[in-house]
């Protein structure tokens, strides 16, 4: 049982970001929230279907972004409140419904919530899902503390019922994965029965046909919607300003970049002299509030992360205002005084404001950082971004590797997003030769399998992890035998979406809420396809390899899929197969023969290399005996023994 | 003998079509394996020295080094190299007949060898489709289940490798010229070492002209035939300047000159024909299918060839002086094109010390080469 659900109305508690989330969500009566795993999303669904039968909502971790707005939307259509979930790219796979959502409007009150990361912290794209409320026209608010978190979450189904339209609540990592004080308020206890009523007048916006068009008609009631949330956002107590009534600067801001400002005003000493206007309803910008606070000063900084959104927003308003404002000097991302690249913190708001005001600060004085710099160098062991040991991605990407090795034409893995992404990595020994979005490994690879026809004659192969395979990989796949595409596609099975913390997939038997559920069986899929299907072991090395070197030499779609648990799944509970061991006598260290094999190539974090004795070493404490090691020892010093 | 190690192995033989898949460096360490007729490096080795470059008779080889370790005497260039007895040969009563090339020579010298116990075990090659694969035979018997032409290189060495592993301390070896002359690289102790042990006890060289790259051959015989009903192949001395593929109840002839071009730069540059190096090499005999040409080269070769005789395993003639005279032009011709073809590849003689060559040999005996008629 999750401590979201209890504590008392008026009680305070320390939540993550993304638990005041779903607080609020449970605070606003929802009876259905969806969503697909990505950091830093996660914990809401998690939290959510934790408390789903205590709470009687249903939760889900969908197939994939797309679908999971899809569910959530057919209650709101059914007149319950209901919450979707996912990380900033995967409103890129829910864009396609998500403009249809926005045109055909929504009935009980619905809510996207994206969280974005900015850094690219646990990403390979610092993605902005904020222009896609611009883009297909929904408002948007973004929570600016732990407390919005889940108050803002609460409103804006309450936002949504009022103009019937989809409403989107922005996070971003430090916002989702940091905790604070959170008040607490009720939670409601009757929920509606939902009833889908279709066969009203057609164009009823509650009683007719769910349907953006026709388009004109449908279009214009949106843009009365958000004039209705403009209207709204004027007075939003989510929109607070602090700090003198004139200031010489004023900075606009949203979101985490709050905590930043907040904390750059106060390192500077600037509180006489700086405005802080934080925004919580970034999109549409309610313009009299704007006209209110522009009016304060000349000059204005916009502080924001990755894409100057709010900076853009802010300037059309301005422009349009400059008669009655008169014309402002801006500053922000587009003039460099904010990077438009990765995550913010104080001192880059610090630098901004200390150039803008000409006040003499140095967050850190530049010789310590150089000193800094030079003792990382020498002190700091350099620690590579590596599969955990046991991980049975590093057994398959020794396999792949070896056969495209062997295979000798240059062939290639088109990768995918997963823990196995960081096989471009040398822990992946550099296996990966593309990576881009879910799914896309095998996509990629079906249009190179095409290239066979102008002479092309490397190997192809793509990679997708057991979740990725149901998400998007499924059409790819498709895409590649239907054409005849000349492509081996490797499953890394590890049964779970390991990445994000084992969140269940339509491959196993259980669901979010813990209910046993059918299995779609993955290679039956791909057989109904029409590919030809291999299973193998990835830690039975030969067989695999084998396997892969076969499959390699035939035309046509081929797929093997390599099943092995992860090593962290809750499943395994930490126990060892194998208990290892290192003849020291046996072992070749640095000579001719093997070279350290073990520990500078494989280079498995549970194997050391003991420099005196000029032997490789297990290291029991995270060594979790796979066995795998033995199996690459060319002299076989190391040894392996069933674990008692 | 200049030695380097993994990283030159890759630039100077891997990387310039130089390696021709013998086998040699692939079993001594995790990093060299050989699939289908080619070698890879799987993952970058650091060492300065390695046994791979020790062993590869495509990276500095140095002919007269080799000549003074081996024989006791100065590289000269001759057609056929050191030998002792040059003669016609074929398989006794006493070999167990089969279905082996030209005279059975190598097939009777190697089951006589195993059987009289000079080698515990052999090094052969057998095929798998059209592919060469090593085999170690321990027994008398089995030898013949090898016994025919491949045309494409082998990596035979790596199974040397693994019986050395094994810990076969006699072991026989048949083996084209470049596998021979890795397999006199490794004997003459290149590190120096002071436990140094032959696990070799007897090595048959055979004449080859050149060799296949597997896949090349593979890919382009695909194109003409279903390639999974050949079961043979030959190519007849000259001038038939054709290739026999053998599918059962129908032959096919290919030109040679549509297989030439499936030659590798690494065999242009060979200048050995005859396996030099070997105790004895065997080939066949020009103008007689049926017979071989059998040349004694050791003390050891000869005594076993003596044996061999006596045991009813081979029959030897004189060998015609016309046979002789033509094997010789077709050596030294091979020697000619071979130095002439390393120097344009700028694969010859290189500075030492400054540049490292494929081939190191006298200039006295390049001249005589490329003199000779």
């Known amino acids: ?88 790219n995967g409103v890129n796979v829910a864009s396609d419904f998500l403009l249809h959502l926005a045109g055909s409007g929504t009935r009980g009150g619905m809510v996207l919530v994206p969280c974005d990361d900015p850094g690219a912290l646990s990403s390979i794209n610092e993605g902005e899902s904020r222009h896609f409320a611009r883009l297909v026209e929904i408002p948007l608010l973004e929570p600016g503390d732990f407390q919005e978190a889940k108050d ?97 600067l004023l900075i606009i801001t949203s979101s985490a970049s709050h905590f930043y400002s907040k904390e750059a005003i106060q390192l500077i000493g600037g509180q006489d002299r700086i405005g802080l206007l934080k925004m919580g309803t970034t999109w549409p910008i309610p313009p009299n509030l704007m006209e209110e606070h522009l009016s304060r000063t000349e000059k204005i900084l916009i502080v924001e992360e990755v894409i100057p959104f709010l900076e853009e927003s802010v300037k059309i308003l301005a422009a349009e205002l400059a008669p009655k404002i008169g014309i402002k000097t801006f500053f922000g991302k587009r003039n460099g005084f904010i990077p438009m690249v990765g995550e913010l913190n104080p001192d880059l708001v610090v630098a901004a404001l200390s ?36 991980c049975p991605h590093r057994a398959s990407f020794w396999s792949i590797h070896n056969v495209l090795e062997m295979d000798n034409r240059k062939g290639f893995v088109c990768g995918d997003i997963g823990c196995y992404s960081m096989a471009v990595l040398p822990c992946g020994f550099g296996t990966l030769k593309t990576l881009h979005a879910m799914g896309s490994g095998t996509g990629v690879a079906s249009g190179f399998g095409k290239l066979t026809q102008f002479g092309m004659d490397q190997a192809v192969l793509s990679v ?17 035998v239907h054409h005849k595409s000349n492509i081996t596609l490797v499953i890394l099975d590890n049964s779970g979406t390991a990445m994000t913390g084992f969140q269940p997939h339509p491959g196993l038997p259980v669901d979010a809420g813990g209910n046993d559920v059918p299995i779609v069986d993955i290679p039956s899929v791909c057989r109904a396809i029409g590919a030809k299907v291999k ?13 892969l070197l076969e499959l390699l030499q035939e035309e046509g779609v081929k797929v093997l899929v390599l099943k092995q648990i992860c090593a962290l799944s809750p499943e395994k509970k930490g126990k060892k197969k194998y208990k290892m061991s290192v003849d020291i006598n046996v072992c070749l260290g640095e000579n001719c023969g093997c070279n350290r094999l073990c520990t500078r190539i494989f280079k498995c974090p549970g194997l050391v290399w003991d420099k005196e004795k000029g032997a490789a070493r297990i290291d029991e404490v995270i060594c979790a005996g796979c066995g795998v090691c033995a199996s690459i020892c060319p002299s076989g010093a190391i040894e392996k023994k069933e674990a008692a | 003998m200049q030695l380097f190690g993994p990283n030159e192995l890759l630039e100077d033989v891997l990387n310039k079509d ?128 090898c016994a025919s032409s491949k045309f494409t290189a082998a990596p035979t060495l790596a199974v040397l490798n693994q019986a050395t592993r094994e810990g076969y301390g006699k072991i026989g070896l048949v083996g084209t010229p470049c596998q021979v002359m890795s397999v006199a690289k490794r004997r003459s102790n290149p590190f120096g070492e002071d436990d140094f042990k032959d696990p070799l006890n007897l090595v048959v060289g055979l004449f080859c002209t050149w060799a296949l790259d597997t896949r090349r051959l593979i890919a382009h015989l695909s194109s003409l035939i279903d390639i999974s009903r050949i079961q043979g192949m030959d190519i007849p001395p000259p001038p038939s300047e054709i290739m026999i593929i053998d599918m059962g109840d129908e032959k096919k002839e290919i030109p040679l000159e549509e297989i030439r071009p ?107 080469i490329i003199e000779s008629n």
């Open chain 1, 1 to 88: 049982m999750s401590y979201i659900i209890e504590g008392q109305k008026g009680t305070r508690h320390l939540l993550m970001g993304n638990e005041a989330i779903a607080r609020g969500a449970l605070e606003a009566g929802i009876s259905v929230a969806a969503g697909y795993p990505g950091t830093p999303s996660s914990e809401i669904i998690e939290n959510l279907a934790k408390v789903s039968k205590k709470e009687q909502i249903y939760v889900e971790w969908s197939v994939n972004e797309k679908v999971a707005m899809e569910v959530a939307a057919a209650a709101s259509f059914a007149g319950l409140r209901s919450l979707c979930v996912m990380k900033q």
């Open chain 1, 152 to 248: 803002i979450t609460k409103w804006a189904f309450e936002l949504s019922e009022e103009i019937r339209s989809l409403v989107m609540v922005r996070s971003v990592t430090r916002l989702s994965h940091a905790s604070g004080n959170v008040v607490f308020g009720g939670l409601p206890k009757k929920k509606a029965r939902p009833y889908f009523k279709h066969d009203g007048f057609i164009l009823d916006p509650m009683e007719g046909v769910v349907i953006s068009a026709p388009v004109d008609y449908k279009h214009g009631q949106q843009h009365e919607k958000l004039q209705k949330a403009i209207a709204l956002f004027e007075d939003s107590p989510f929109n607070t300003y602090s700090g003198p009534e004139n200031p010489e």
């Open chain 1, 355 to 390: 150039r803008i005001l000409e006040i003499d600060y140095e967050a850190v004085p530049e010789d310590y950082s150089k000193r800094a710099e030079e003792l990382t160098l020498v002190g700091a062991p350099n620690r590579e971004l590596t599969f955990c040991p046991g």
């Open chain 1, 464 to 480: 997708c992890g057991d979740s990725t395979f149901f998400h998007a990989t499924m059409p790819a796949l498709v895409n590649a």
């Open chain 1, 535 to 547: 299973i193998s072991d990835p830690f039975d090395l030969q067989e695999t390899q084998e396997t």
């Open chain 2, 18 to 145: 130089l390696c021709i898949g013998c086998g040699a460096c692939v079993g001594l360490c995790p990093y060299f394996k050989n699939y289908r007729g080619k070698t890879a490096m799987l993952f970058p080795c650091t060492l300065p020295k390695g046994r791979c470059y020790a062993f590869c008779p495509k990276a500095e080889l140095d002919l007269d080094e080799l000549s003074s370790r081996s024989w006791g005497v100065p590289y000269d260039g001759s057609a056929l190299g050191n030998y002792r007895d040059v003669m016609i040969a074929k398989a006794g009563d006493q070999m167990p007949k089969g279905h082996f090339q030209a005279g059975g020579t190598v097939s009777s010298i190697m089951a006589f060898a195993l059987k009289t116990g000079m080698i515990e075990a052999s090094v052969l090659t057998d095929r798998k489709g059209l592919i060469p694969t090593p085999r170690l035979v321990t027994s008398p018997e089995d030898v013949v289940t």
């Open chain 2, 262 to 368: 499936l030659v590798p730069l690494s065999c242009q540059i060979c200048p050995d024909m005859t396996s030099e190096w070997a105790d004895i090499s065997v080939g066949v005999l020009e103008g007689s299918p049926e017979l071989n040409t059998l040349i004694v080269r050791t003390e050891k070769g000869q005594q076993l060839v003596e044996e061999a005789l006596k045991e009813g395993y081979l029959v030897v003639e004189k060998i015609p002086d016309q046979n002789l005279a033509h094997l010789r032009i077709a050596a030294a011709n091979k020697k000619k094109r071979a130095i002439k073809r390393a120097k344009e590849e700028g694969m010859l003689n290189n500075p030492l010390g400054e540049k490292r060559s494929a081939l190191r040999i006298p200039t006295e005996a390049v001249e005589k």
